[in-house]
Structure formats: structure tokens, C-alpha cells
């Protein structure tokens, strides 16, 4: 069965420090997708990034960076010089294909507080 | 703007009603998704349409119900029979099912 484990729950740090959120997967397919989403206090979950399992580059965008590797089932999300906006809950998903559509099972999630 | 909207974003009823929560959006994509939140959890896939007049069930389909008479609206019902139904309830969207799924803002059910 698909399963994603995150499993820092919470964590906090200082404004302008470096943090990195852990994401484990497990999964049978040899094809999949891996996503992080952010959920802010307002609710709704936000589209951070979409990563098919062949690519197993490492992405960056601004402050962000994704750091995926197939051989420890790892997508690990890290964020530079953190910033009071970014606290937030982190859900690391995984896709499962069912019929077509891709079914996602989402990570307990990891709320995440940046501190002034 | 294009978008996905959820209503209302606040609900409360009373233990033994149905209840009917909104999800209309505008991006003109296919699928759309019902997900389940509890405090502290992931979320939970409930129902699922990849198309008009189609929808299949998700891990926690039980004591809700959903149609899909029209390709931007998909409309999540919890019924009596749901034992548990105070959570939030996330719609979402994409393109095809196989595309990246976009959420609406949500809406919190309270059952009194």
C-alpha cells in the first residue's frame, strides 16, 4: 500500500534560518508523482511542486528546493533564510494511479513556525 | 478570475441532518476531488469524478454522496449515516485525472 511518512510534526525556528522538512515514502509503482503542498492558517492547501519518479534532478525555485532520492524513498523539501510567511503546515503526497485519475495520499503534514 | 470556491466556509447543523456543501470552479478542468481533513491528520480522498455523470468512491466514501451533473460543479452531501462528520472538507481539481490537483479554500462542518 501507498504510505507517507512526515515525521517531524512540528517544528520552530528564528527567522532567517534554514530548515528542511523530511518526507518518506513507500510505494510499489514504478511510476509516481511526488508533491508538497502548503496549508496556511486561511486553509487552503497550496500547489508547491510536482515530481515525476524518473527525474530525480534536484529543483530549486527562489528560497525553496526539493531534494528527491529514489534509492532512501526520500522528497525532502528545504527552505532558505525562512521567513514569517512561511509558517504553515507542509503536506508531503504521493500519487497512486487508479483507473486514470491519480489518487493522492497525502503525510500526517509538518507545521511549521518561524519565529521574529 | 479562474478559481475554485467552496461554500459556506463556516457550517453548522444539527447531529441527524444532511447537509450539502458547495464546489464550483471555473478552470474548465474534468476531474474533481472531495478530500476529508481532521485536526492534526493528511487529508482523506471521499469521492472523485474524472468526468460529467461519473464519480467513484475514495478510501472514506461511507455516509456521503456526491453528483456530478455538471462539469464545474460537484456538490459533496453528508448524509445522517456519516458517524463522524465534523471536519474540513477540501474540494479540489485538474485538468484529467492524471494532472496536478489545485483546492478550493475549504469549508468547516460543525455537527452540533
Known amino acids: 500500500a501507498q504510505k507517507v511518512t512526515q515525521a517531524q510534526t512540528e517544528i520552530s525556528v528564528v527567522e532567517k534560518e534554514d530548515v528542511t522538512l523530511d518526507c518518506v515514502y513507500e510505494t510499489r509503482d514504478t511510476t509516481y508523482y511526488l508533491f508538497w503542498y502548503k496549508q496556511p492558517p486561511s486553509g487552503e492547501l497550496v500547489f508547491l511542486i510536482r515530481r515525476n519518479s524518473f527525474d530525480e534532478q534536484n529543483e530549486i525555485s527562489g528560497r525553496y528546493s526539493w531534494n528527491f532520492q529514489k534509492s532512501t524513498s526520500s522528497f525532502n523539501f528545504t527552505i532558505t533564510a525562512s521567513q514569517v510567511v512561511d509558517s504553515a503546515v507542509y503536506f508531503c503526497?504521493?500519487?497512486?494511479?487508479?483507473?486514470?485519475?491519480?489518487?493522492?495520499?497525502f503525510g500526517q503534514g509538518t507545521r511549521l513556525t518561524i519565529n521574529p | 478570475d479562474g478559481g475554485i470556491t467552496q461554500s459556506p466556509k463556516y457550517l453548522f447543523r444539527k447531529e441527524g441532518q444532511n447537509v450539502t456543501l458547495s464546489c464550483e470552479q471555473n478552470l474548465n478542468h474534468d476531474a474533481m476531488y472531495w478530500y476529508r481533513q481532521d485536526p492534526g491528520q493528511g487529508l482523506r480522498l471521499i469521492y472523485y469524478?474524472?468526468?460529467?455523470?461519473?464519480?467513484q468512491k475514495g478510501d472514506i466514501a461511507e455516509g456521503y454522496s456526491v453528483s456530478r451533473e455538471k462539469k464545474e460543479s460537484f456538490p459533496l452531501t453528508v448524509t445522517s449515516a456519516q458517524k463522524n462528520p465534523t471536519a474540513f472538507y477540501l474540494c479540489?481539481?485538474?485538468?484529467?485525472?492524471?494532472?496536478?490537483?489545485?483546492f478550493g479554500p475549504g469549508t468547516r462542518l460543525t455537527v452540533l
Open positions: 479540489a481539481s485538474s485538468a484529467t485525472g492524471a494532472d496536478t490537483q489545485y
Open positions: 469524478s474524472q468526468i460529467v455523470n461519473d464519480f
Open positions: 503526497a504521493l500519487s497512486e494511479l487508479i483507473q486514470g485519475a491519480q489518487k493522492l495520499v
